[in-house]
């Protein structure tokens, strides 16, 4: 007789989790503890060890299902005894992600933001997303009927604010959206918003029906794609973020960095190994960026340890490993550090103690391109930098025009903690190390 097993805890605050591989098939015997199947919890992979010893009657799951916690996922026979031919393992449902309290080990996305998109005002900002349900229900009842009738000022005016006029219930005669309507709605917004006492963004209003305009496919979210959609909006809801941007002349670390992969046997050094270097040296010269803001006690908590970061790419999403104690290792360290822990990114091999317990991070796009990038600071952090590809410009250099290898620095910062001047005086130091490499030979 074979028993249905369902899916334990794995660990603290996660619900769902993702399965990424099987590792015993229908019909095998197994013993008690033996791994059965390799899960996505959030950012860190982890194995399903066996409940029990016996024969392996039916695999509930497959590969790239969602399962809850608590759901049936294998059933176990007793003993040796070969199991009757089990059917095709049918899919899990896939269900809706469940509200989780927000994971420092998520990672921070490097997104770019839109240039051309007016910023909305704060007032605008929760006018958009904190609506009354009646509110709600007049303005779908709007948006079904087609454009939205308002004057070019109107219009204006709602840009400026960030407001869907589809959301604001007309007054005026034959459904115009006046000045005072708009006005009116934003003012209701502030009035009922709920207080989330700083917790996060309250509920968003419902989306609209997008099948009725044409064909749609829904994917369900990923682990690790629900895991940076929560800390996302935890970061971008509790960071005021600002971001400073500045060039750094590094055709001499060019130079040097390729003269040393070339003739060297050991791991190849990269600009993000560099970079590692120049941040730790930075993070003692300015304490403030290696910290994080107590609200609840009103304290600055300034780290004693520097552990960066480093954004990583990989098919399942952005993935933010830590390197610990950077402050303590030279370059090639570093490199190969890296190098190391960004294979085990790709290949799912992290652990939950890789993905938290950094102080900084940095997010390199140069290898992908762009110009600049806003990035979001991971929270409780309270800074991460930027780093895009590099260019060939002109630069004036002792009266004359000679072509530079420039790039791009961009570091988004908690306006709470570090006031516009330092960040300005952090990246410019940055830019500095990274012209002049020899320099971080002194803090070696």
Excluded: C
């Excluded at 805890?9 to 197994?30: R, T, Y």
């Excluded at 933001?113 to 009354?132: D, R």
């Excluded at 480093?310 to 399942?316: H, L, M, N, S, Y």
């Amino acid at each position: 007789m074979a028993t249905e097993h369902k899916l334990p805890p794995l660990k603290e605050n996660v619900e769902i989790v993702e399965v990424n591989a099987l590792k015993v098939s229908e019909g095998d015997l197994v013993q008690k503890d033996q791994p059965l199947m390799e899960v996505q919890a959030d950012k860190a992979a982890l194995e399903v060890l066996s409940p029990a010893s016996g024969t392996v009657a039916k695999i509930l799951v497959k590969v790239g299902d969602q399962v809850k916690i608590g759901q049936a996922y294998i059933a176990i026979g007793d003993g040796d005894a070969a199991p009757a031919k089990a059917p095709a393992a049918k899919p899990a449902v896939a269900p809706a992600p469940i509200a989780q309290a927000p994971s420092a080990a998520a990672a921070p996305a490097a997104v770019a933001q839109p240039a051309a998109a007016p910023k909305p005002t704060p007032a605008a900002a929760v006018a958009n997303s904190t609506i009354s349900s009646s509110a709600v229900a007049n303005s779908a009842v709007a948006a079904s009927l087609g454009p939205v009738s308002a004057s070019p000022g109107t219009r204006r005016l709602a840009r400026e604010l960030g407001v869907e006029l589809h959301r604001v219930v007309p007054t005026a005669k034959h459904g115009q959206v006046t000045e005072d309507d708009l006005k009116n709605y934003v003012r209701q917004s502030l009035t009922t918003a709920p207080s989330s006492g700083g917790s996060g963004a309250p509920t968003p209003p419902p989306l609209p029906k997008f099948e009725d305009q044409g064909p749609v496919e829904r994917v369900p979210m990923t682990a690790i794609r629900r895991a940076t959609a929560r800390q996302m909006s935890l970061a971008w809801t509790q960071i005021p973020h600002v971001t400073q941007n500045d060039l750094a002349d590094v055709t001499d670390l060019e130079d040097f960095r390729r003269s040393q992969s070339a003739s060297s046997k050991g791991p190849k050094l990269t600009m993000t190994a560099f970079a590692l270097k120049a941040a730790s040296i930075l993070l003692r010269e300015f304490p403030a960026f290696n910290s994080s803001i107590d609200i609840q006690n009103n304290q600055i908590v300034l780290k004693k340890y520097i552990h960066i970061g480093i954004a990583v790419d990989t098919e399942a999403g952005l993935l933010v490993p830590v390197v610990r104690d950077v402050d303590k290792k030279s370059v090639h360290e570093l490199a190969a550090e890296v190098t190391a822990i960004a294979e085990r990114a790709r290949a799912k091999k992290l652990d939950g103690s890789e993905l938290s317990g950094g102080t900084f991070t940095i997010t390199n796009l140069g290898g992908i391109g762009g110009t600049g990038f806003t990035p979001i600071v991971n929270w409780p952090e309270v800074a991460i930098l930027g780093v895009s590809r590099g260019r060939l410009d002109p630069v004036l250099k002792n009266g004359q025009w000679v072509p530079r290898l420039m790039v791009p620095l961009s570091l988004s910062y908690d306006h709470r903690v570090i006031d516009g001047a330092a960040a300005a005086r952090f990246l410019r130091r940055m830019a500095d190390l990274l012209e002049q490499p020899m320099h971080m030979l002194l803090h070696a």
